[in-house]
């Protein structure tokens, strides 16, 4: 392995231990001590990666939002109608007997409210990163309606925006609640708004 892949693991692995510790602690309730002992390195190797702890933090994010679009752009490509693509991402929010959902591992959720008033490049990041995805369901909402598996709307990018704040305020009411019936209602409301009208049956 070259220095520059052992580098480049080094730093991967600082990151990856400190995503796990702002996911459960928060990012002022992580220390930097916390942060070494996670990720098994010493002081001076994480200030040659990051000239601060927020510059860690912004370095986190911006990896945290590559891999999610990264993601969506896969299931954007997966087969299916538009509607059957965005049907699993919103599914994916909630956990499953095998594995945690969206909702549980998503820094916006965890972090949005906190960095907003701490700091500015880090709010930037995730900021840009909530537009970037709210572009992608867009298109896939134009996508359905043009395909026919989801219902024609006249602002598909209001709209985008809308859902994406649905189910981020029920993730956070999830959390409160510790259970999954926000999220549920979340995904019953996004159905029912976004199934085509002539495909909705009435008894």
């Known amino acids: 392995m070259t220095e520059a892949s052992k580098s480049d693991l080094t730093r991967k692995r600082i990151i990856e231990a400190g ?29 040659y990666y990051f000239d601060s702890k927020e510059a860690f933090g912004a370095a986190l994010l911006d990896d945290y939002i590559a891999g999610y679009l990264a993601r969506f752009e896969s299931l954007m490509a997966s087969p299916g109608t538009a509607g059957d693509r965005l ?7 909630m956990a499953q007997a095998d594995h945690a959902g969206i909702a549980s591992e998503c820094l916006v959720v ?42 024609r709307f006249d602002d598909p990018d209001a709209t985008a925006r809308m859902l994406y704040a649905r189910w981020l305020g029920a993730a956070i009411l ?30």
């Open 19 to 47: 995503r796990g510790l702002l996911l459960r602690y928060g990012f002022s309730g992580v220390g930097l001590a916390r942060i070494l002992a996670e990720s098994g390195v010493p002081k001076g190797s994480f200030y």
């Open 87 to 93: 049907s699993r991402f919103w599914d994916a929010w």
């Open 110 to 151: 965890k972090l949005g409210a906190e960095i907003a008033d701490l700091s500015g490049p880090m709010r930037e990041i995730l900021d840009s990163g909530v537009d970037a995805l709210v572009e992608r369901i867009a298109f896939l909402l134009r996508e359905g309606a043009a395909d026919g598996s989801l219902n």
């Open 174 to 203: 999830a959390k409160l609640a510790q259970n999954n019936a926000p999220l549920r209602m979340a995904r019953a409301e996004t159905a029912a708004q976004l199934t085509p009208t002539e495909n909705i049956t009435t008894d």
